[in-house]
């Protein structure tokens, strides 16, 4: 978290203080010390243990700040209730304060995000830092990438159950380069010999495209297995990248050197090549100086709906 991002500002503050000037929380004593920076959190994923903590920290904020409903504050508790240092655990080294609700939730978003982006177990030990970027919250959680050779001109990402292709997608492709219909994306090269890198970036919050790309587009995929196919049309499966976890991705899809490796390959159509030898065709476009490339930066933006007996051929 940092305190610059103004989602989350009135949060990250709050831990800052527990974790450099304790004396400024409550419950106040003297030398009192909070883990998460140098000590590790511990997560439990016992939802009891969570609303024990919970209701502990409530009952603490108001002990010491007295009531507060009604006026858009909500109790933060740093050492959160998913951990085991929360304040059920009876040493009083957690930390409570009344912040805006909205930032409260967002932060706790935030938390619950990550838990489940970086598959922390239970008992698993995680440590918090607070920043001062200024940036927007943009971090890069995975970044995959599959070489697939687009025959036909032809490329395709899909969710590992949802394989048949689509025509109206494929159609829509030819006139925007990237189309699908949720649960398949097609992408349509201008040459149909030379590789292309198709890379997959996970983010917690999309990027604009770069403002050297060819073009960019919104796309949206569901996967339902947490797996996505990279296909070459004419040579079957490049590779499989798994994502975080099941469910819907949003972002946009962007390209670059579409048009460079198209040229290449056309002067290569312009060469004498009635006699070349397959080994000769292939050094030469090997040596293509163009590196075409198609990103899907995408984030998580909710569960999956379960496929159907027949929707997984769609």
């Known amino acids: 978290m940092s305190r610059k991002d103004v989602a989350v500002k009135e949060s990250a503050l709050h831990i800052y203080d527990a974790q450099k000037r304790p004396e400024r929380t409550f419950p106040s004593f003297v030398g009192k010390s909070v883990p998460g920076k140098k000590e590790p959190l511990l997560r439990p994923v016992d939802r009891k243990k969570h609303d024990e903590n919970r209701d502990k920290s409530i009952r603490e904020c108001t002990k010491v700040l007295g009531t507060y409903t009604g006026n858009g504050l909500e109790c933060d508790e740093y050492l959160f209730t998913s951990t085991k240092e929360g304040s059920t655990k009876g040493d009083n080294r957690f930390p409570v304060r009344l912040i805006d609700g909205k930032d409260n939730r967002k932060g706790g978003d935030r938390i619950n995000e990550l838990y489940t982006l970086d598959r922390i177990p239970d008992g698993d030990p995680c440590y918090v830092k607070i920043t001062d970027w200024t940036g927007s919250s943009m971090a890069l959680l995975t970044d995959q990438s599959v070489a697939a050779t687009p025959g036909r001109g032809v490329l395709e990402v899909y969710d590992a159950e949802a394989y048949l292709g689509d025509s109206a997608a494929l159609d829509a492709a030819e006139q925007q380069v990237v189309a699908g219909n949720g ?14 890198h198709i890379t997959i970036r996970i983010w917690d919050t999309v990027p604009e495209a770069p403002t050297d790309a060819e073009g960019h587009i919104p796309v949206s995929i569901e996967s339902v297995t947490g797996i996505l ?19 819907v991705y949003e972002g946009r899809a962007w390209w670059s050197d579409r048009q ?10 312009e060469q004498d090549i009635e006699d070349w030898t397959s080994e000769q065709t292939r050094d030469y476009l090997t040596q293509c100086p163009a590196k075409e490339r198609y990103v899907l930066d995408l984030a998580y933006t909710g569960d999956p709906e379960p496929l159907g007996e027949h929707e997984a051929d769609h």
């Open 229 to 247: 196919v990279v296909n070459q049309l004419e040579f079957g499966p490049a590779g499989e990248i798994p994502l975080p976890r099941p469910g």
């Open 183 to 196: 649960y398949h994306l097609y992408l349509l090269s201008l040459q149909p010999a030379i590789p292309a």
């Open 260 to 269: 460079a490796a198209a040229d290449y390959y056309n002067s290569y159509l």
